[in-house]
């Protein structure tokens, strides 16, 4: 047998699970960790600013590939509960990440010794489990249970403390005999397959919702067969968006009060048959009128999680199992079934929903100054191709890129979905842009988000982490001023202010150029919309050569409203912005105004 280390043998652990980065910020209690990880080599580590940073950076490393499983690092305390932001919006999505926190001395933990907290107990409801190992013995069957339960059933996060005097313990462990241990996902029947498919073929007007579970089983590909086989179009959620290209035949906008397509909306609610496979219903997706949404259509609902069926309302048909078992199923017996002649033609009900998605567009050409944010999308249509991978969180800019964007691959559009964080746009994308150093990353950023963690493009600049992140400002929370429109205030949401060192910005504040450049990072400031495309060329070009972050600032008008329900009812959007009525209002949208 070997003898090591619990640290160390913990590390060894990680590697065998595959596991090739860490994110982190180290301290006095988990510096025999890192000690460890020095020693052992093997696991690249990305000094984070912040440890929450580094819980995101994690998250957004394991959604850039499948597979992966993104390690954050902290010591005892108040890096623990830094964490719990990041362990709770891993959980909310469905992503495995992997804290690992430093921890005091076993012997005082009750002793209120300096920075000792009950890590575990805080993090347990945002975990699938979180453990302090009390005794150093217990460690690799701790790292190897972690593993298991991150891979297993709905994937989710896993938080382990460690107390220094564990981590130091010497113990028996051989690395050579080590294999990680089985994972469990349910998988469908082919009789609840045949069942399911049978309300699909019985139809007139059916559709799919693809949710996050199709891209974290790495299931898009049999998704657009199934498609293809039956001949239904496929709503994505915001967590599946890119699971079918936007410029496929079968792909039928979003919808939802936000995040949606006005043809997307139309066409939900004039189908009469949903299969939901790997999705949650949403609020944000489903609207708080289930009356509305549930009208008129039957549902069959698909998850990897028995008790997400039934959570929202009850469907027609439940099916607990991994979308990639039940997908491969589907497309086995739609196969059979279409050689048997027994699908049947779809084509007028594509057809219409096509003739929605050529001309229910919202307008994106304003020429405006200060501009329109709409331009903004506009322009990043132009410069960044299909191959780009978005990041991006919560307010204003999300709602309107998830309108205005196009996505045509899985985790190509990288979102934090229902937590929503505010400064979680640049760590998760240094996160992406570690896991796929030769991608085209672009994050996505209000101002007010941007500023939440702006500490961590420092990080960025020390590890040439380079990506092009682009900041729309208004110098406001716009999400949340939109939000007070119904309560008749405009209330502690206004950031404007003149600053003194930067007097041509006017009201708008933080001078973020200077700050950017500060930190080490390169940035652009565009005022006029002509000037967008050559900016975002410019940044590219930028980020290759020197390897830092580069921010692109456009500066917005100080209000405009996004397109969203007011009523929380998804056949209630409201259009506060004109409309795409000719060619040239909306020139990049998938299926343009003729």
């Known amino acids: 047998m070997s003898r090591m280390t619990a640290a160390r043998a913990a590390v060894e652990i990680l590697k065998l699970e595959g596991v090739e980065a860490a994110f982190g910020v180290p301290g006095a209690a988990i510096n025999p960790f890192y000690a460890a990880l020095k020693a052992a080599g093997g696991i690249a580590h990305t000094l984070a600013r912040h440890v929450e940073g580094a819980s995101h950076m994690a998250e957004g490393y394991t959604r850039t590939r499948p597979g992966n499983i993104g390690v954050c690092i902290g010591t005892s305390g108040p890096a623990g509960t830094d964490m719990i932001t990041g362990l709770y919006s891993a959980s909310g999505d469905s992503i495995p990440i992997l804290c690992i926190t430093g921890q005091a001395p076993t012997a005082v933990l009750h002793k209120e010794d300096f920075q000792a907290v009950d890590i575990a107990a805080i993090a347990g409801p945002v975990t699938k489990k979180a453990t302090t190992v009390l005794e150093a013995a217990q460690v690799p069957g701790v790292f190897q249970q972690a593993f298991h339960l991150m891979?297993?059933?709905?994937p989710g996060p896993v938080l382990i403390d460690l107390p220094v005097d564990v981590q130091q313990t010497e113990i028996e462990f051989d690395p050579e005999t080590y294999r990680p241990l089985p994972v469990y996902k349910p998988a469908a029947s082919r009789a609840q397959i045949e069942k399911a498919l049978s309300y699909?073929?019985?139809?007139q007007r059916p559709l799919i919702v693809a949710g996050g579970g199709v891209i974290n089983a790495d299931a898009a590909d049999l998704l657009v067969e199934f498609a293809e086989l039956t001949g239904t179009p496929v709503v994505p959620t915001l967590m599946g968006w890119g699971a079918i290209p936007d410029d496929h035949e079968l792909n039928a906008g979003m919808v939802g009060l936000q995040t949606s397509h006005r043809y997307g909306n139309a066409t939900f609610l004039a189908s009469d048959f949903v299969l939901g496979i790997g999705n949650r219903w949403a609020n944000r997706h489903t609207g708080y009128r289930m009356d509305v949404y549930r009208e008129g259509r039957t549902f069959v609902h698909v998850d990897i999680e028995p008790t997400q069926i039934g959570r929202i309302f009850p469907p027609d048909y439940g099916i607990a199992s991994d979308a990639k078992a039940?997908?491969?199923l589907f497309v086995r017996v739609a196969r059979e079934w279409k050689e048997a002649g027994r699908l049947p033609d779809r084509s007028e009900w594509i057809a219409a929903h096509l003739e929605r998605k050529g001309t229910l567009h919202r307008r994106t050409h304003f020429d405006d100054i200060p501009m329109k944010p709409q331009r903004v999308y506009e322009e990043m249509n132009r410069a960044f191709g299909p191959e780009t991978r978005y990041v991006t969180t919560i307010g204003l800019s999300q709602i309107a890129g998830a309108q205005m964007l196009h996505v045509y691959r899985p985790?190509?559009?990288?979102?934090?979905g229902q937590a929503g964080p505010l400064g979680w746009t640049v760590p998760a994308a240094l996160g992406v842009a570690t896991a796929d150093p030769q991608a085209q990353v672009v994050a996505l950023s209000g101002d007010y988000d941007f500023q939440f963690m702006i500490e961590e493009l420092a990080v960025g600049a020390q590890h040439r982490i380079p990506y092009v992140h682009v900041l729309v400002n208004n110098s406001y929370l716009g999400l949340i001023r939109q939000a007070q429109l119904g309560l008749g205030i405009d209330f502690q949401v206004n950031l404007e202010f003149e600053n003194l060192n930067s007097p041509e910005l006017g009201v708008y504040g933080v001078d973020h150029v200077k700050v950017a450049e500060g930190l080490g990072c390169k940035a652009i400031r565009v005022t006029d919309p002509a000037d967008l495309g050559a900016a975002f060329e410019e940044a590219k070009k930028l980020a290759a050569e020197h390897r830092v972050p580069v921010v692109v600032e456009a500066i917005l008008e100080r209000i405009t409203d996004i397109a969203m329900s007011t009523t929380a009812d998804i056949?209630?959007?409201?259009?506060?912005?004109?409309?795409?009525?000719?060619?040239?209002h909306a020139p990049t949208e998938v299926i343009p105004l003729r």
């Not at 891979?151 to 709905?154: A, H, L, Q």
């Not at 699909?200 to 139809?203: M, N, Y």
């Not at 985790?411 to 934090?416: M, T």
């Not at 056949?571 to 040239?584: C, K, M, N, W």
């Open 571 to 584: 056949s209630d959007v409201r259009e506060f912005q004109e409309l795409a009525t000719a060619p040239g």
């Open 411 to 416: 985790r190509h559009w990288i979102n934090c």
């Open 326 to 328: 039940a997908l491969e």
């Open 200 to 203: 699909l073929v019985a139809s």
């Open 151 to 154: 891979r297993s059933g709905r």
